[in-house]
């Protein structure tokens, strides 16, 4: 099954956050409502998410991935986990450790920056 990056975004979106609102995943892919309804439209006619309608607010469709979404998204990660060893595996001992180097910075400036938001938090108190 062939799919896009937003739409593999959105199933792993729902997948770490559960059941969402249209304007959820509009708020964080940056898309348009109607870029998400169409997306979402191709999702649920794939059977990889569903939409129901929210029982405390009927005016409010929470959308969920499926078992089938969730089974494609284990194929999608098992696929790319592939890609990177095969990848990884052409790499010279130079270039392998040019990586390394490359990962743990970008550990350590997430870290920093993680860092600085809970500071921002906590000074919003």
Same mark, same amino acid.
């Given at each position: 099954?062939?799919? &896009?990056?937003?739409?593999?975004?959105?199933?792993?979106? =729902?997948?770490?956050?559960? &059941?969402?609102? $249209?304007?959820?995943?509009? @708020?964080? /892919?940056?898309?348009?409502? &109607?870029?998400? #309804?169409?997306?979402?439209? @191709?999702?649920?006619?794939? *059977?990889?998410?569903? %939409?129901?309608? &929210?029982?405390?607010?009927? %005016?409010?469709?929470?959308?969920?991935?499926?078992?089938? $979404?969730?089974?494609? =998204?284990?194929?999608? #990660?098992?696929?790319?986990?592939?890609?990177?060893?095969? #990848?990884?595996?052409?790499?010279?001992?130079?270039? /392998?450790?040019?990586?390394?180097?490359?990962?743990?910075?970008?550990?350590? =400036?997430?870290?920093?920056?993680? *860092?600085?938001?809970?500071?921002?938090?906590?000074?919003?108190?």
């Amino acid at each position: 099954m062939k799919l &896009s990056t937003t739409e593999a975004f959105i199933l792993q979106y =729902l997948h770490n956050n559960g &059941s969402q609102r $249209g304007t959820d995943i509009v @708020k964080v /892919t940056g898309l348009t409502t &109607s870029a998400i #309804t169409q997306i979402c439209d @191709k999702l649920v006619h794939e *059977g990889l998410i569903e %939409r129901n309608r &929210s029982e405390t607010d009927r %005016r409010y469709v929470n959308i969920t991935i499926t078992e089938k $979404g969730m089974q494609v =998204l284990k194929q999608l #990660t098992d696929l790319s986990a592939e890609r990177i060893v095969e #990848t990884v595996e052409r790499f010279t001992n130079e270039e /392998t450790h040019e990586l390394l180097v490359a990962i743990r910075q970008l550990g350590e =400036l997430i870290e920093y920056q993680r *860092g600085d938001a809970m500071k921002a938090a906590r000074g919003n108190e």
